[in-house]
């Protein structure tokens, strides 16, 4: 298609701009350069158009596929940058599946200008019980380990089994608790807990229901593992060769580290680790039609690309020798960043879970197709 943006084009101005905006040593200084670095971002990817790449035209975006914001997660992991694009954009993922609606329909419009913010809640611990009275719903719930909550406006709540739905409320809604706690991942500065007792709201404010739900759903889980498996790459990526260039500068018995063939073979391995993940990513990004079967597919793929992430950091943290330990070497930024990865929404192993029986039950299905 003649209209689709060139994926290299993107993550070379992404990049310009990022290098811009983002100053890792400042952030060292001041913790609450952060935020405002955050916002700044965000302001700047409304005006270039990042928040609205893959929504949909008829609903006001760029209609672009999702290996564009791909593309644009690589580079913002790349950058270490703050939560509020992807928090955004996952919100967006959700919210475009009700865009008939004629009030999503306008608050998609102001999200994608950078007027608004829906924060979908996705992508941590969540737990909604949901009970029809009449004509209102009445939630119980609490979400933690959420990114990127502190400038939402409009809440999008998962209700799963056994009747999902979405529903959107007010951030402001006096029945609604979001808390703040702080993150050891500096990058990203807090994560969010939202919680509410006896949330209770007109049955119009379940944007999704049924089967349409729980395929939103699925999407917008898959897009927030894949944003993570791409931030993966891109900071596994950022972090190897800048210690590819220290190991250049770094000299022991007169000669450079990066010489010593024992230290040539780590970075080497690293270096095929990181193009695996790219091509096992670059192959997952490309959106199918099962929502569910792209959702197995974006977990399989932050698996992997997270443990990537972990080895690399962690090599990285050693070969630059002992100045790698110290907070001023910003090593152990994305050492944290690569932590926090892992954590949210749960542990490496549950998302083997959740992986495992499809891609058992695949590989039974083609056994028996060549038997």
């Keep these: 298609m003649d209209d689709l943006i ?73 950058a270490l940058a703050g939560p509020s694009i992807v928090a955004t954009t996952v919100g967006l993922e959700l919210l ?35 009970q029809r009275q009449g004509a209102r719903v009445v939630l119980k719930g609490v979400a933690r380990d959420i990114l990127g909550g502190a400038h939402a406006t409009h809440l999008l709540i998962p209700i799963e089994a056994p009747n999902p739905a979405v529903a959107m409320v007010r ?46 759903l699925a999407r917008a889980a898959a897009h927030f593992d894949f944003a993570l498996a791409c931030d993966a790459l891109g900071g596994s990526e950022q972090i190897l060769n ?3 260039a220290y190991m250049q500068t770094r000299t022991q018995f007169g000669r450079a580290i990066a010489s010593f063939q ?15 993940a790219r091509a096992l990513l670059t192959s997952a990004c490309r959106s199918t039609d099962d929502a569910h079967a792209w959702r197995t597919q974006a977990a399989a793929c932050r698996l992997h ?43 490496p192993e549950q998302r083997k879970d959740l992986v495992a029986p499809r891609i058992l039950a695949a590989a039974a299905r083609r056994t028996a197709h060549q038997g």
């Design 96 to 130: 475009s599946a009700a865009y008939a609606d004629p009030d999503v329909t306008d608050l998609i419009e102001a999200i994608i200008a950078g007027d608004q913010r829906a924060l979908a809640l996705v992508g941590g611990t969540v737990v909604v019980k949901a």
């Design 305 to 347: 690309t997270g443990a990537v992430y972990r080895r690399v950091t962690e090599d990285a943290l050693q070969l630059h020798g002992g100045i790698g330990f110290t907070w001023e070497q910003s090593c152990h930024l994305f050492l944290k960043r690569a932590r926090l990865n892992d954590a949210l929404g749960g542990t």
């Design 171 to 216: 951030a402001d809604h006096p029945g609604v608790v979001i808390e703040a706690r702080k993150a050891w991942d500096q990058t990203r500065g807090e994560v969010f807990d939202v919680s509410f007792e006896h949330l209770e709201l007109p049955l119009s404010s379940l944007v999704l229901q049924g089967a349409e739900a729980s395929q939103a």
């Design 6 to 78: 060139e994926l290299g084009a993107l993550s070379d101005s992404a990049r310009r701009v990022l290098d811009e905006h983002q100053n890792r040593q400042q952030l060292l200084k001041d913790p609450a350069w952060l935020a405002q670095s955050d916002q700044l971002l965000y302001r700047t990817s409304a005006e270039l158009g990042w928040l609205g790449l893959c929504v949909a035209e008829k609903a006001g975006g760029l209609g672009q596929p999702f290996n564009a914001l791909g593309a644009l997660y690589v580079e913002l992991g790349r």
């Design 242 to 244: 800048e210690t590819l």
């Design 262 to 276: 024992a230290l040539k073979h780590r970075c080497a391995d690293m270096a095929t680790e990181i193009e695996v």
